[in-house]
């Protein structure tokens, strides 16, 4: 089953480290975010390929948007 | 003499019965499955024992699914009411399991009185003996708010909790949902924080029980801590978030119990052992919404913070925060009323209470995780630690925002840093928290465990420091 990865917080697409059709494993770092001046990982929540990269680096994400899709 | 000593003979349920028996449940939950019936009568819907969990003394009931859906009567409830007066008079923990569909609808509003008898007596034990409660099957209405008022929430992969089942909700509300989707892990684990500990199995359900149990009333003594090193768990970047779990269980003697694991993720909650004292650990977490404090996240640590204080058992904090999340959603959330608790839950806990800045401290955030002038019995560091009102950079475009935009764009970046760290050496920085008084004290991160271990006993870690309140399910 696909699995959504969303943003939890208002953050910029500071570094996107994969891209669609890799493998990831649970807890690989798919993109990186940048907000309250940290670099937020988002990592991925089960293993899988990216099915969908929804972002590129220096967009703004809202919290909730899809970042990727991990199938 | 003690309760498991009157001379009563104990009873050692055996054999494949049911395994929903609740007298099954019980012995599951207590050392070498021995306990003493408190109750004799049968039919009830509830049976009640004392027995033991890892050599101290407990209560325990647990309803009959097997009698009417395990639906609570006047009976049944009255035999309740009784297991918490003898957990009272003995000063024992109390452990419910729940598999129950409510009041019993043909008594009445008799049930009704019964179960508010119930929902009174755990209130009025809130805060004086720490109450478990293992949810191994439906939990509905009036045996959902049995759990909620209790210390710590467990439930078993077949628990499920709601206050109305799907087929209220499809009458009333049309909608299709089933007792998964309403009140079973994904929701409370996650969403709604009515549950502390998701178990797998019913088995490791009743397990948790007993270390919840272990750690809050066989609190330990003391003992000289082993110093370990954290340098691999920390990432060189000051800006890199990173995991705090970790970081947590290798500051316990070993890996605590995480409470609200999935449920506000971003503050860990977690009770454990240092130097084999129980002690509960608050800890932000950087890796999830940055570590920033928000509205759910104050109010679950100000919970985990006055449950501790109630049964004495000190704090460790660990700080990273950035600060308080900002937004109009936190804002509508309550980040304001709810956040409140967290300062009132600390300012107002008599217990032993050390905090560790790891890496940073600001603004409204460094003031709730347990600062100085909220009480702290002290406050260490680690090397390198930022303790400000807001990051140096975000100070300096507010103090010098003229300034910088006089400068040109190529000149603005190199202004920035240089007024940042001229700030940072008027303003901020760790000496001058420790010139204040705010920081006591500097310590290596491999000296961590000695350190802390050192400020617990130095502020006298025994059974006179506990707060006297109850443990209202914030």
């Known amino acids: 089953m696909a699995e959504e990865v969303r943003a939890e917080m208002v953050a910029n697409v500071w570094k996107v480290v994969v891209t669609a059709g890799d493998t990831v494993a649970d807890g690989d770092t798919l993109v990186i975010l940048e907000s309250m001046k940290m670099e937020i990982p988002v990592l991925a929540e089960s293993a899988g390929t990216v099915q969908e990269l929804r972002v590129n680096e220096g967009d703004v994400v809202q919290e909730g948007d899809v970042i990727a899709v991990i199938g | ?474």
């Open chain 2, 1 to 474: 003499m003690t309760l498991l000593e009157t001379g009563v003979t104990i009873v050692r349920p055996r054999g494949a019965a049911d395994p929903r028996d609740p007298w099954m449940r019980l012995a599951g939950l207590f050392d070498d499955g021995a306990l003493r019936p408190l109750a004799s009568q049968s039919g009830i819907g509830v049976v009640t024992a004392v027995g033991r969990i890892e050599g101290g003394e407990a209560v325990a009931f647990a309803s009959d699914a097997a009698v009417q859906g395990g639906a609570l009567g006047q009976e049944g409830c009255t035999a309740i009411v009784a297991a918490y007066d003898v957990a009272l008079r003995q000063g024992l923990p109390i452990i419910g399991i729940w598999h129950s569909g409510g009041a019993r609808l043909a008594e009445g509003v008799a049930s009704l009185d019964g179960v508010g008898q119930v929902f009174a007596a755990m209130t009025l034990a809130s805060g004086r003996v720490p109450q478990v409660s293992v949810v191994l099957g439906p939990a509905a209405g009036g045996a959902a708010y049995g759990p909620a008022l209790t210390d710590v929430v467990i439930l078993g992969p077949h628990g499920r909790v709601f206050v109305t089942g799907p087929d209220v909700v499809r009458s009333v509300t049309g909608e299709e949902v089933d007792m998964l989707r309403l009140g079973g892990p994904e929701p409370h684990g996650r969403r709604s924080g009515v549950v502390h500990l998701v178990a797998d199995t019913d088995v490791d359900a009743l397990a948790r029980a007993r270390d919840t149990v272990a750690l809050l009333s066989h609190p330990g003594h003391l003992d000289d801590v082993a110093d370990r090193n954290f340098d691999d768990l920390m990432p060189e970047s000051a800006r890199r978030a990173y995991d705090v779990k970790p970081v947590v269980n290798r500051l316990l003697d070993r890996p605590g119990l995480e409470l609200h694991a999935r449920w506000a993720p971003n503050i860990v909650t977690t009770l454990g052992r240092l130097g084999g004292r129980s002690v509960g650990v608050l800890a932000n977490n950087p890796l999830r919404l940055g570590g920033c404090l928000d509205a759910t996240s104050a109010e679950k640590a100000a919970r985990f913070v006055r449950m501790c204080d109630a049964f004495g058992i000190p704090l460790v904090v660990l700080v990273d925060v950035p600060g308080y999340l900002p937004g109009v959603g936190q804002e509508w959330d309550g980040v304001v009323r709810r956040g409140a608790k967290l300062l009132h839950a600390f300012a107002e806990a008599v217990v032993p209470r050390v905090t560790l800045i790891t890496r940073k401290a600001y603004g409204g955030a460094y003031i709730a995780m347990n600062s100085r002038s909220l009480g702290a019995t002290r406050v260490l560091a680690w090397p390198g630690a930022e303790v400000a009102v807001m990051g140096s950079v975000a100070a300096v475009r507010v103090l010098h925002r003229r300034r910088l935009a006089e400068a040109t764009d190529a000149a603005r970046p190199a202004l920035e840093a240089e007024l940042a760290t001229e700030h940072e050496q008027l303003a901020g920085g760790l000496d001058r928290a420790v010139s204040l008084g705010v920081v006591d004290e500097v310590i290596d991160r491999d000296r961590t465990r000695s350190a802390l271990a050192a400020a617990l006993r130095s502020a006298g870690v025994g059974p006179a420091s506990r707060g006297r309140h109850g443990n209202i399910p914030l």
